[in-house]
């Protein structure tokens, strides 16, 4: 089992920039891909950026150049740098870990994202 805690949500203005943290515990491999993902309401749950634990990262069109995802694998931490936010940012962000695609994929409870105009 795999437990994620997010952090760092909160209400912005357009333009303006929050980043997010999330924490995982358990049983932890090594090898390993962590992101994030986001829902806004009445809409499907998207990806976001996902980062490997060797570095190489995934970003969604619409963050690309906005957003920036990290890694401290020794802390078992990821991170969301999101920068020029826009109101259509705002959503529910989960943190979101699997070892393999053969394995099981863990969900945090969401941090909350609001962009004001």
């Known amino acids: 089992q795999v437990q994620l805690v997010e952090s760092g949500g909160g209400l912005v203005q357009a333009g303006g920039s929050l980043r997010l943290s999330c924490v995982a515990s358990?049983?932890?491999?090594?090898?390993?891909?962590m992101g994030w993902y986001r829902q806004a309401p009445g809409k499907l749950r998207e990806l976001v950026a996902t980062?490997?634990?060797?570095?190489?990262?995934n970003y969604a069109d619409s963050v690309k150049g906005r957003f920036t995802i990290s890694r401290d694998s020794a802390k078992n931490m990821v991170f969301l740098q999101m920068n020029s936010l826009k109101p259509e940012d705002t959503a529910n962000y989960y943190c979101?870990?699997?070892?393999?695609?053969?394995?099981?994929?863990?969900w945090g409870q969401g941090t909350q994202v609001t962009v004001s105009s």
């Open positions: 979101w870990y699997r070892a393999s695609w053969a394995t099981p994929e863990y």
């Open positions: 980062i490997r634990s060797g570095g190489s990262t």
């Open positions: 358990g049983s932890i491999f090594r090898v390993n891909t």
